[in-house]
């Protein structure tokens, strides 16, 4: 039996809350002799700061280093809003995409049939809704340099964040893009903003490029990134894999999470590139939502996107398609049964927990087993 070395980092709010529904089925893959998974658990945002004084510590990071995987929840929360910025719980986060070398974040936004009339748009528009953002995770706005507040001296301050891209992080993207188009419906949509940054000049010039050289058999179109967000709102279906940067990729999976109906459902992935010897991709699995504190020790907060993320974590890391395509059934099933948390429950007030979802979603697996 193949075993797994997973790092769990459940952070604050309803992190714990989410992560402790996929530690349940973890554990029932292990029992079903599926995988082993050896599982170590961690700090990383607020409760990092709380217990060492950073978003996550040097012993914390070694281990994410180490894992074939890395499971994230969710963190931050107001007790943490006056945190030294770079201990804010968010820097936890963005040091382990920047040192693991997660380049690629992988969006899905599914539409469930059963959850089409959750969605804030009409349910033609969304139903059936299969789209997949690739945004860009390790440079851009997030991480280039300067980045500073200079007090200008007259009652003045000026804040820098640069924007900065490089021909191979914008190649190596787009590769992965274009690479997951053709196990789908062949459509790369590419948006940057050339109209008014460098930025999105090299980025339209490399991604034609690439296409041109390797992926010809791929439809390639340029999109305006303002308008991209318009065009997701109003006919989301055209899309197929949206490739963006960094900033822009934040914003449009926000905009393609309310398509499905609730930020709770949106997983994602985080890959690096494959090692040269091993062919192994370093890696994180973390909801698109946040840490929720307003909900979080309530029992609201819905696993649903946390589930999905282990979910991609067995079809990237661990070779267990079957599994993660059971998952993603299971997932599907119980919304049809009408078992909602309240962020899905629509006008109807919520019938499930969190643990209760978590369990019904277990529940479907045990069939399929
Ligand atoms: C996300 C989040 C993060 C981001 C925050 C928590 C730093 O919004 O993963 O989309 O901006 O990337
Ligand atoms: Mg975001």
């Known amino acids: 039996m193949a075993s797994y070395n997973l790092f769990l980092l459940p952070g604050d709010g309803i992190g714990p809350e989410v992560m402790t529904e996929v530690e349940n089925i973890l554990a029932w893959f292990s029992a079903q ?31 994410a280093m180490t894992a074939d995987a890395v499971l994230f929840g969710a963190v931050g929360g107001p007790q943490w809003d006056k945190v030294p910025y770079d201990a804010r719980p968010e820097a936890g986060l963005l040091r382990l995409r920047k040192d693991l070398g997660l ?14 009339d959750a969605s804030s748009l009409k349910r033609e528009v969304v139903e059936g809704l299969d789209i997949l953002i690739v945004r860009e995770l390790t440079g851009g706005v997030y991480f280039g340099e300067p980045k500073t507040i200079t007090d200008l001296g007259n ?6 964040d640069t924007q900065v891209y490089d021909t191979y992080e914008i190649d190596r993207i787009a590769r992965v893009a274009f690479d997951l188009a053709r196990t789908r419906r062949k459509k790369v949509s590419s948006a940057e903003k050339r109209n008014v940054m460098k930025s999105g000049v090299l980025w339209h010039e490399v991604v034609t490029r690439i296409h041109q050289e390797s992926y010809a058999d791929v439809q390639l179109e340029h999109v305006l990134a303002d308008n991209c967000a318009m065009q997701l709102v109003r006919w989301p279906k055209q899309f197929d894999v949206i490739v963006t940067d960094n900033l ?25 590139a494959p090692d040269g010897k091993t062919g192994r991709r370093k890696a994180l699995y973390e909801p698109v939502h946040g840490s929720a504190p307003d909900i979080a020790g309530t029992g609201a907060a819905n696993p649903i996107a946390m589930i999905a993320s282990f979910g991609m ?10 599994w993660a395509d059971r998952i993603d059934q299971a997932i599907a099933i119980v919304l049809a049964k009408g078992v ?17 979802m978590g369990a019904a979603i277990l529940e479907e697996l045990r069939a399929f087993a």
């Open 33 to 63: 002799g599926i995988a082993r998974f050896e599982i170590d658990r961690g700090l990383v945002g607020g409760c990092a700061y709380d217990a060492h004084g950073k978003a996550i510590s040097e012993e914390h990071m070694a281990r």
């Open 103 to 116: 380049f690629a974040n992988l969006r899905p936004a599914l539409c469930y049939p059963a959850l089409a």
């Open 155 to 160: 009652g003045q301050k000026r804040a820098i």
């Open 248 to 272: 822009f990729g934040d914003v449009l999976s926000d905009v393609a999470a309310m398509l499905t109906g609730s930020l709770g459902m949106l997983p994602s992935a985080s890959l690096g």
């Open 313 to 322: 974590a067995l079809r990237y890391s661990f070779d267990l398609g079957d």
């Open 340 to 356: 909602r948390t309240r962020d899905i429950a629509g006008d109807r007030p919520a019938n499930a927990s969190t643990t209760q």
